[in-house]
């Protein structure tokens, strides 16, 4: 290029940068304030994660209509003893909160105590002894002895949105009223697990994401050794993590526990596509020393445009995927990322251009005016050492990439089976273990032991009894039993039925608000006023035992029975195991009831559903659809590996290094028997799109140096000289830089950071060590293009003068050393 088309082409780059200047500077406000407006809005709400059209979702639904739900806070301390003040004194607190005012509305729906409710049973209509009565609400409201009890509080709908910073109030008035620290009176329920999870997932934002993104500065600097590129890659990478969430906040979406570990992901993607495309220009300047900056720019983009947007396709295909998962987070999180990424990519490929002739003229008048403060004969002396250790740069040195260059050709390119063999038996043996993954999103797995959740759930465990809720609804179609008293009868034996389990605690049903029914063949006239009390509080809906909640009656005219028990709040209990267990003993209960009436159809019908049940569906649906999306990506993906390189073959033998990472740490999980939680399980994708990233710029520069006439041993340690650095920089920076939110007590991000830095580890790993032994191997001819498989006239030891001038002088020293050694 001529100085005025070198001017010219320098002016477009300029312009273009303009451009990707004003609309990152455009888009910065609007993803500072909307991404503050999604972490405010922070509500984690597992139940509605699930589509309402599924069965086990519309189950849920049903049950918090028609019934007055699970949706309660527990709160106790040590001094809440049925008949103490503390107990009156405490609910007096928070009362205020049950009425709007001018400056709040009414956060509560209802503040009741377990000592009201022992005082209902021992009332009219049934009249318990307090012995009777004790002994009813004992594991449920009230501890073993009789006196621990607690207060019960629910919240109103609008309420529910301010229960992150509601229930901390809650907890202080609590405190002051029975005069002790904060931290001594413990609160349960879903409502807590979710403003806990909420809380924790917004302070990992708060404290992690200056210094990961402050990591991932110094990292990034250290590596491409330029204020202004690694200037212009964080900048978009900051923006594209404000994006991320603002996107949450315009999609109308509510930021949750899922969706908490978009930004370091998206910061991830974007630092990666600008180190590579940064090395491409890097490239350029070192190899030629005099090269014009707007000329290495040029050849840097023609050379690494089309490898980005094929790398950046598949990430967008394996985070796209993640749309099929039915758990809304999920699949938003993976449609989100997807359109983050291509739109800080865009940004990238406006704002580098002049970031990199700017910073290449800067280099240049530095080596001039260093240039000229020598004589003649010591700069042309220096230049000529400074070109020569320039060109070997590509092929050694002290960086990284020359120890792998050094096992290139000692080891691994001489004996390329082995290695092949060698991955292909560990990610076999690895593969056993994927039937056994599972998943989970079990509260206690989310935060550590000492967590104050914790501590919580381990005093009422041992205070008042299991805190797990789960719901068994039985069915009644009009005409089904009628006599109510055969009804109750059956409820009677199924709760009978679950109180025998040993995993079950808490059991409480319509037996609890009723007087046991006497035995058929008693006639007394105290039986007879037993049954006809129980007979007109089942069919009265005004009775004070359908305003229990444990007996309702729907649109289509079924009456519905409620029993409700409890699992212990345990990490190790596999909670689907536990509600099958109690499927399979109620079934035949049921089936018998059906028969021995000579009813037909469903005519009576049981359904199980609350907190428990529906965790446990939903990780069976979240294990189900994360393996249809990954294979849906895989698919995809190796598609367009097939189409960009023009066989069938090398494209699926290509995903080989690709499937290595995934198939590797999950298999390795499974065997292990370490679950999958919300903070790691859209990894499997996300992990494919990554790994995919190495390996197309990798076959980029392969078959560009096959065409250039080096033979394929020469090329591959060519296209290590270019990619390895780009390949090591970006995991350092990618895989370290989150590193930083393993720190975190939010056990689901920290598991996310830990996932991602192995996964990429392993992708670096397959990118730098399989896939050269494959294209080392004889399966490498399947990778070539058919224009350099046709043209392999190159011996092992020689080069074309087409080559770059690095792999001339490479080739004369290996020249040189073979006949040295020959003599």
């Not at 991404?35 to 086990?56: D, F, H, I, T, Y």
């Not at 209960?589 to 965790?615: D, K, N, V, W």
């Not at 895989?634 to 590996?641: C, G, L, P, R, Y």
């Not at 770059?804 to 490479?810: E, F, K, L, R, S």
Request: aromatic residues 8%.
């Amino acid at each position: 290029m001529n100085a005025s088309s070198t001017e010219r082409q320098a002016t477009r780059y300029w312009l273009r940068s303009l451009i990707g200047l004003v609309a990152l500077l455009a888009l910065a406000p609007l993803a500072v304030r909307d991404s503050n407006r999604a972490l405010v809005g922070m509500l984690n709400a597992p139940a509605s994660w699930l589509p309402p059209s599924m069965p086990v979702r519309s189950e849920y639904d049903q049950f918090r209509q028609l019934f007055r739900g699970d949706e309660f806070v527990v709160i106790g301390w040590e001094g809440a003893k049925v008949g103490s003040e503390e107990l009156q004194k405490a609910k007096a607190a928070l009362m205020p909160f049950t009425r709007a005012n001018d400056e709040r509305p009414a956060y509560l729906e209802e503040v009741i105590t377990g000592e009201e409710i022992v005082e209902q049973l021992t009332g009219p209509p049934s009249n318990f002894s307090q012995r009777s009565a004790v002994a009813r609400l004992r594991g449920v409201v009230l501890g073993d002895q009789g006196e621990q009890t607690v207060l019960l509080v629910s919240y109103t709908d609008l309420g529910d949105r301010t229960r992150r910073t509601s229930l901390g109030l809650f907890r202080q008035k609590v405190a002051e009223a029975v005069a002790l620290p904060p931290e001594e009176v413990h609160m349960v329920g879903p409502p807590v697990d979710g403003a806990t999870v909420d809380e924790e997932a917004y302070r990992s934002i708060q404290q992690f994401t200056l210094p990961s993104f402050l990591l991932g500065a110094i990292i990034c600097l250290l590596c491409l050794r330029s204020v202004v590129l690694t200037t212009a890659v964080l900048s978009v990478a900051s923006v594209g993590q404000g994006l991320s969430l603002a996107a949450v906040h315009w999609t109308g979406l509510d930021m949750n526990a899922v969706l908490i570990v978009l930004p370091p992901l998206v910061f991830v993607l974007t630092a990666s596509a600008g180190i590579h495309l940064s090395n491409y220009f890097l490239d350029g300047m070192r190899s030629d020393p005099r090269i014009d900056p707007v000329e290495a720019t040029r050849q840097a983009l023609r050379a690494g445009t089309v490898p980005c947007w094929l790398a950046a396709s598949t990430t967008i295909v394996g985070l796209g995927s993640l749309g099929l998962v039915r758990l809304w987070p999920v699949s938003a999180f993976g449609l989100i990322a997807a359109g983050t990424v291509f739109t800080t990519l865009v940004l990238l490929l406006l704002l580098l251009p002049g970031a990199m002739v700017w910073h290449g003229r800067r280099r240049r008048r530095t080596e001039a005016k260093t240039a000229s403060q020598n004589s003649k004969l010591t700069r042309s002396s220096r230049g000529s050492r400074r070109d020569g250790a320039t060109d070997s740069r590509q092929v050694s040195g002290s960086s990284p990439t020359s120890g792998m260059l050094v096992l290139l050709r000692s080891k691994l390119l001489d004996h390329p089976m082995i290695f092949v063999a060698g991955f292909a038996v560990l990610t076999l043996t690895c593969g056993f273990g994927l039937p056994q993954l599972e998943t989970s999103v079990n509260l206690p797995r989310m935060f550590p032991p000492e967590s104050q959740i914790r501590s919580d759930y381990r005093w009422f465990e041992s205070r008042i009894g299991p805190t797990g809720n789960a719901e068994a609804i039985v069915t009644f179609a009009p005409g089904a039993l009628p006599d109510p008293l055969d009804r109750f009868e059956l409820v009677r034996r199924l709760d009978d039925q679950i109180r025998q389990l040993e995993s079950v605690g808490g059991v409480i049903s319509p037996r609890t608000f009723l007087p046991p029914l006497p035995p058929p063949n008693r006639r007394s006239i105290r039986a007879t006023a037993v049954k006809a009390n129980i007979r007109a509080q089942i069919e009265d809906t005004g009775s004070p035992l359908w305003h229990s909640g444990y007996l309702a009656s729907n649109e289509d005219g079924e009456q519905l029975w409620r029993i409700g028990f409890r699992f212990p709040f345990d990490e190790t209990l596999d909670y689907r195991q536990s509600v099958s267990q109690i499927q399979d003993k109620l079934s035949p209960t049921i089936q018998q009831a059906i028969a021995e009436s000579g009813l037909r159809g469903p005519a009576i019908g049981i359904s199980y559903t609350g907190g428990m049940p529906l965790t446990a569906g939903s990780q069976d649906i979240l294990l189900r659809d994360l393996f249809r999306s990954f294979l849906s990506a895989f698919a995809i993906v190796a598609v367009m590996m097939v189409a960009v390189l023009r066989s069938v073959a090398g494209g699926l033998l290509a995903m080989f290094p690709n499937l290595f990472p995934t198939i590797t740490l999950f298999g390795f999980m499974g065997l292990a028997s370490m679950p999958l939680d919300i903070g790691s399980v859209m990894t499997a994708s996300v992990a494919l799109g990554i790994a995919v990233d190495g390996t197309v710029h990798f076959l980029s520069r392969f078959r560009h140096h096959l065409r250039h006439d080096l033979d394929r041993r020469q090329a591959i340690v060519a296209a290590l000289g270019h990619c390895g650095p780009a390949m090591w920089q970006t995991t350092a920076v990618c895989a370290l830089s989150p590193l930083v939110y393993g720190f975190s007590e939010f056990l689901p991000t920290q598991r996310f950071a830990l996932m991602m830095f192995g996964l990429l580890f392993a992708a670096l790993v397959g990118d730098v060590v399989l896939l050269p032994a494959l294209l080392a191997s004889p399966l490498g001819r399947f990778l070539r293009p058919p224009r350099a498989a046709r043209s392999q006239s190159a011996t092992k030891d020689s080069v074309s003068p087409k080559a770059p001038a690095g792999y001339q002088i490479a080739a004369r020293r290996r020249q040189k050393t073979a006949a040295s050694r020959r003599r």
